[in-house]
T-cell receptor, first 115, second 111 residues
Framework: NAGVMQNPRHLVRRRGQEARLRCSPMKGHSHVYWYRQLPEEGLKFMVYLQKENIIDESGMPKERFSAEFPKEGPSILRIQQVVRGDSAAYFC?????????????FGQGTRLTVV | TQLLEQSPQFLSIQEGENLTVYCNSSSVFSSLQWYRQEPGEGPVLLVTVVTGGEVKKLKRLTFQFGDARKDSSLHITAAQPGDTGLYLCAGENSSASKIIFGSGTRLSIRP
């Protein structure tokens, strides 16, 4: 059973471009979380999705950021018109279900650098 | 707002020493996980505790869940340089809409 797959591992974008980060959850997992991490800091929650639904996006900036988890295919975190402050590591985690003490498993992250 | 506070934020000790990291909240969690993250990698799950008062051991690591399921601790015996990393606790509450992470404890073990 493959783990959580994120791609790309590293992404370089110029200011003003768009960044698309992909996360394929573990097989059978229908819940996905996205987190952002700055160097030497902990994980900051961004958004929690189930297939075709955004459950909680309270940690995601209202502008330029969006996330989706379609019925088929990976979850996508999209950042439009990137700025230098968007440079960070972005991690996704998947979980089989919520509320049944099931564990979340992380991907290896996408490191976004905005130049 | 449910918060998980971890202490200390940073810890640097000599190889062979013992240490304890704490994870505290005012909220009750149905389960709590501990993760370790190494530089350049994603967090890796170490353990899940579910029952109040539960103690789990993983080699030199001992995890305890508080009786009231509001706090947890991680104790490392005879720390080794390979224990270096960011340790994160995370709690799940059946009424919450997401897993909540602590801000982490950054551990450095000096040879």
């Amino acid at each position: 059973n493959a783990g959580v797959m994120q791609n790309p591992r590293h992404l370089v974008r110029r200011r003003g471009q768009e960044a698309r980060l992909r996360c394929s959850p573990m097989k059978g997992h229908s819940h996905v979380y996205w987190y952002r991490q700055l160097p030497e800091e902990g994980l900051k929650f961004m958004v929690y999705l189930q297939k075709e639904n955004i459950i909680d996006e309270s940690g995601m900036p209202k502008e330029r950021f969006s996330a989706e988890f379609p019925k088929e295919g990976p979850s996508i975190l999209r950042i439009q018109q990137v700025v230098r402050g968007d440079s960070a590591a972005y991690f996704c985690a998947s979980q089989e279900s919520m509320g049944q003490n099931t564990e979340a498993f992380f991907g290896q992250g996408t490191r976004l650098t905005v130049v | 707002t449910q918060l998980l506070e971890q202490s200390p934020q940073f810890l640097s000790i000599q190889e062979g020493e013992n240490l304890t990291v704490y994870c505290n909240s005012s909220s009750v969690f149905s389960s709590l996980q501990w993760y370790r993250q190494e530089p350049g990698e994603g967090p890796v799950l170490l353990v899940t505790v579910v029952t109040g008062g539960e103690v789990k051991k993983l080699k030199r690591l001992t995890f305890q869940f508080g009786d009231a399921r509001k706090d947890s601790s991680l104790h490392i015996t005879a720390a080794q340089p390979g224990d270096t990393g960011l340790y994160l606790c995370a709690g799940e509450n059946s009424s919450a809409s997401k897993i909540i992470f602590g801000s982490g404890t950054r551990l450095s073990i000096r040879p």
